[in-house]
């Protein structure tokens, strides 16, 4: 009979039986925020993720159910300047420019401190006008050890044309809205297209061609104004 290996430690080994008084028991072991974790949690379910951005981004519809979903405690931070916030910001939020995270000591004051990876519960939104002041903090804070932070996609602009409501202020800008051509426009004729003809005697390069009898019969059966 031909000889068979037979793996080591004599066959298959089977798992040892689970003991019922560790059943609820645990790990502790936690290797922080990742995708299974935002995707498992129902607040945070719209979130999408871009390539080359450390941050989640949050839809204009995610922020407004947030806003009124009182589990979910939200820390709205403003990067724009202190006289662009006085005139309009979301409600509830608070002015942080974005030039204070350029300070090499103590960049986060201390209500953001509070909310720097304190729970699933408590997350840090970022805003500005149209998302560019928001992209480079979001990173910033990331590279600081922030994990629970967001950003509004679109900014403000955005949540101007979803949901102005959401806006307080002063000097409220209006959403821009696409503009549409008038009805007459479209039923108007088109102009004519003009076409540029060369001269007779010249070509296009500039150089003199001597005229033909053709072109000089066509010049003499032109009317003569200036002899009458």
């Known amino acids: 009979m031909p000889l068979q290996a037979k793996p080591m430690g004599g066959g298959a080994k089977s798992l040892p039986p689970a003991n019922k008084k560790y059943a609820n028991v645990k790990a502790r072991l936690d290797t922080g925020c990742n995708q299974l974790k935002i995707k498992s949690s129902e607040s945070k379910a719209n979130a ?132 549409k051509p008038h009805a007459s426009w479209q039923n108007s004729p088109q102009p004519d297209v003009l076409i540029a003809v060369p001269r007779q005697g010249y070509t296009p390069t500039g150089s003199i061609r001597p005229r033909t009898s053709t072109s000089r019969m066509s010049m003499e059966r032109q009317p003569q104004h200036w002899k009458q």
């Not at 995610?62 to 990067?79: G, I, K, N």
């Not at 500005?128 to 509004?152: C, M, Q």
């Open 48 to 179: 999408r993720f871009h390539r080359g951005e450390n941050f989640r981004r949050l839809k204009v519809s995610t922020l407004v159910a947030l806003l009124q979903d009182l589990q979910v405690d939200m820390l709205l931070l403003d990067l724009r300047d202190e006289d662009a916030y006085m005139q309009y910001h979301l409600q509830g939020a608070v002015n942080y420019p974005i030039r204070l995270l350029s300070r090499q000591c103590n960049p986060f004051t201390t209500e953001i401190l509070a909310y720097v990876n304190a729970g699933p519960q408590k997350i840090i939104v970022l805003c500005d006008l149209d998302e560019h002041l928001a992209f480079t903090a979001g990173n910033s804070f990331y590279e600081k050890g922030v994990d629970n932070v967001f950003i509004v996609s679109g900014g403000l602009k955005e949540v101007l044309r979803q949901a102005p409501e959401l806006c307080e202020g002063p000097c409220i800008p209006r959403a821009p809205t696409p503009s």
